[in-house]
Nanobody, 125 residues
């Protein structure tokens, strides 16, 4: 059974940084994609970033390019989301998701069969 556990959320001021972690377990993830999504109150869940467990270029939504960096540590089965220059509009619950799909397809959500419980990120102005 695949399990994803997020951590690292918190409250920071505008311009601050946080690093989210997603610890994955339950299988080997070669060929899988790990992705980050977020959902703000009253809004739909939206794609943030995705990376293939096997390598290749990561993908980001336009509003976080240059500020967020996704990375993985295969030895620890963990994916990270380094978030810099945070803005109030980044405030949301951040979710980690996994599926056997191309990272290019991650924004469609379909095929991301496993989700973590989410971690709250709050950016105050």
């Amino acid at each position: 059974q695949v399990q994803l556990v997020e951590s690292g959320g918190g409250q920071v001021q505008t311009g601050g940084s946080l690093r989210l972690s997603c610890a994955a377990s339950g299988r080997t993830f070669g060929g899988w994609t790990l992705a980050w999504f977020r959902q703000a109150p009253g809004k739909e869940r939206e794609f943030v970033s995705a990376i293939s467990w096997s390598g290749g270029s990561p993908y980001y939504r336009d509003s976080v390019k240059g500020r967020f960096t996704i990375s993985r540590d295969n030895a620890k089965n963990t994916v990270y989301l380094q978030m810099n220059s945070l803005k109030p509009e980044d405030t949301a619950v951040y979710y980690c998701a996994a599926g056997r799909i191309s990272p290019l397809l991650a924004p469609r959500i379909r095929g991301l069969d496993y989700w973590g419980q989410g971690t709250q990120v709050t950016v105050s102005s």
